[in-house]
């Protein structure tokens, strides 16, 4: 399980606020002592994991961030993590081109917010946004990597933004999912997103490395509001394929079947 905001204050990230790195710095030591206290090195909050076969890397998109101003696009996560993210996804490429590569993260990649720039080289206007989406620099260094290795079977896996959706990402030549769980328990219905927030269906373009790519997103918004998401990877026919369902307290089992 990794820190959010909520250990915090809402939409923490660096800046100039009176108490803003005593906030991170409480909230980081409650992490390691009730989340985290059978971790023996209690070093970086970002760690990698194998579940039920499965590899996954479980990042820190919260308190590694770096400031962010008009003039500074800012990082949601900084440089060590982001190298040891996309170490681990040429490993995992390495052992099995076609199997599903978990990447777990309290921030949503995608789909952005509506009204954005249709460049990820543009950072006006993103200042407002608190996942992936505001921050544009790391939003293209992640997915131009991707796209420049080819890496395949890239599923991120989040849950901020009390709004349960299941996105298809084509970028490049390479086939990505975005799962975003709704929130457990979410009495307030001002505090929650609503599709309308998001770009359901868009292609944006961005640079990576002297190129231009293009990412091709398509969302679905199951009707779950209170609840949460299982994901059973499967083979058939030698394809890849996500058993999706989202668990609603007060909505119909929502299932959905999607090939990587």
Same mark, same amino acid.
């Given at each position: ?76 996560? *900084?440089?060590?993590? #982001?190298?040891?993210?996309? !170490?681990?996804? @040429? ?5 099995? %081109?076609? =199997? ?71 970028? *490049?030549?390479?086939? #990505?999912?975005?799962?975003? !769980?709704?929130? @457990? ?5 001002? %505090?929650? =997103? ?67």
């Amino acid at each position: 399980m990794m820190p959010d905001d909520h250990e915090m204050i809402d939409n923490w990230e660096p800046g100039f606020k009176t108490k803003n790195q005593q906030w991170k710095d409480e909230g980081l030591k409650a992490y390691w002592q009730y989340q985290r206290m059978d971790d023996p090195k209690k070093n970086d909050v970002y760690i990698t994991q194998t579940v039920c076969g499965f590899a996954l890397f479980m990042a820190d998109s919260r308190t590694d961030r770096t400031l962010r101003t008009a003039n500074i696009p800012g990082h949601i996560m *900084g440089r060590e993590q #982001l190298q040891a993210l996309q !170490a681990w996804l @040429l490993t995992q490429q390495s052992k099995d %081109a076609t =199997a599903p590569k978990f990447v777990a993260c309290a921030a949503m990649v995608l789909p952005r917010h509506v009204g954005l720039p249709p460049t990820l080289s543009a950072a006006s206007g993103c200042l407002s946004e608190d996942a992936w989406d505001g921050y544009p620099n790391s939003l293209a260094a992640l997915l131009g990597f991707i796209a420049e290795k080819e890496i395949s079977g890239v599923v991120f896996l989040s849950r901020d933004a009390h709004l349960g959706n299941v996105t298809e990402v084509t970028v *490049g030549t390479v086939k #990505l999912v975005s799962i975003h !769980a709704p929130a @457990l328990y979410a009495p307030f219905p001002f %505090a929650n =997103a609503k599709p309308s927030d998001f770009a359901n269906d868009e292609t944006f373009t961005f640079p990576y490395k002297n190129q231009s790519y293009a990412c091709t997103v398509s969302t679905q918004f199951p009707p779950a509001e209170d609840g949460f998401v299982t994901v059973r990877p499967f083979q058939k026919d030698a394809v890849w394929r996500l058993d999706i369902q989202m668990h609603g307290v007060k909505t119909p089992l929502w299932s959905q079947q999607i090939n990587l």
